[in-house]
């Protein structure tokens, strides 16, 4: 399992743990991010669910984020994009928690992440599902394809048949990068390589959304060059050695510990 979940298990009956997660691991994933955004809003989080008895009341988005703006001292809150900063008039975009408040997801029986399980099993599509966490502040197609991404394999959401499957695939540099070397085409876009990773996945009876994931961590922590990734992918037995020797170095790891 996904560190992530694996740290708040409590995911599926925990709406504090479902919601953690999706702050730890995906709400500030972008460039130019101050890199203790995450930890912070977990802290703010656990800190309003401690204060409110683990309910969730209707002012705690405001709660949450003056507490996140406490812990930063008020400094560099980018509140335009931060998806803590609640929606101050009807036409602009809600905050995470405002989400879950706005559909009563707690009133439901529903966490974070069932709640979006729901939307995908009761639609068979993801778009729905998509569109309803970018309609949240501060979310884009990547973050949002990354937790759906994440979300459907820990839950092992059934996805036969599932109508626009591509939007589970987060297409980052490294993505990018190695579909245009293995297709020798430099001219595709974004929603292209991910629409080649699900139809060649699936061609292959290979889950798609797992060979994402395989596709990043391979060219970004195995790898870690464009040079060395065009130089591995002409040849697949030299992807195999690196990877061979990377299980080693982990077994090797693990044997001492």
């Not at 691991?25 to 703010?44: I, K, L, N, T």
Request: net charge positive; with cysteine.
């Amino acid at each position: 399992m996904l560190p992530h979940w694996r740290k708040y298990s409590n995911y599926i009956t925990d709406i504090w743990d479902s919601l953690a997660i999706f702050l730890e691991g995906y709400a500030f994933e972008r460039q130019g991010r101050r890199p203790d955004y995450s930890p912070v809003a977990v802290d703010a989080l656990f800190y309003c669910k401690k204060r409110n008895n683990s309910n969730m009341r209707k002012n705690v988005a405001y709660d949450i984020w003056q507490h996140f703006a406490q812990l930063l001292n008020n400094q560099r809150l980018n509140p335009r994009m931060n998806p803590l900063y609640p929606r101050q008039t009807p036409h602009q975009k809600p905050s995470i928690i405002q989400l879950v408040l706005d559909n009563e997801i707690v009133q439901q029986n529903l966490t974070y992440a069932t709640y979006f399980q729901n939307q995908i099993d009761q639609s068979n599509n993801i778009q729905n599902a998509f569109d309803l966490l970018k309609s949240v502040r501060g979310i884009g197609d990547k973050i949002a394809s990354l937790y759906l991404r994440d979300l459907v394999d820990v839950m092992n959401i059934p996805l036969d048949n599932i109508q626009n499957r591509y939007l589970l695939q987060p297409i980052d540099i490294w993505v990018e990068r190695t579909v245009k070397i293995l297709t020798n085409n430099q001219e595709m876009n974004r929603n292209q390589i991910a629409n080649w990773i699900v139809s060649a996945s699936i061609k292959h009876d290979i889950n798609p959304e797992q060979v994402n994931m395989g596709m990043w961590f391979f060219a970004s922590n195995l790898v870690l060059s464009e040079y060395k990734l065009r130089a591995t992918l002409k040849n697949l037995n030299n992807a195999q050695d690196l990877v061979n020797d990377f299980k080693t170095r982990i077994r090797n790891i693990y044997r001492h510990c």
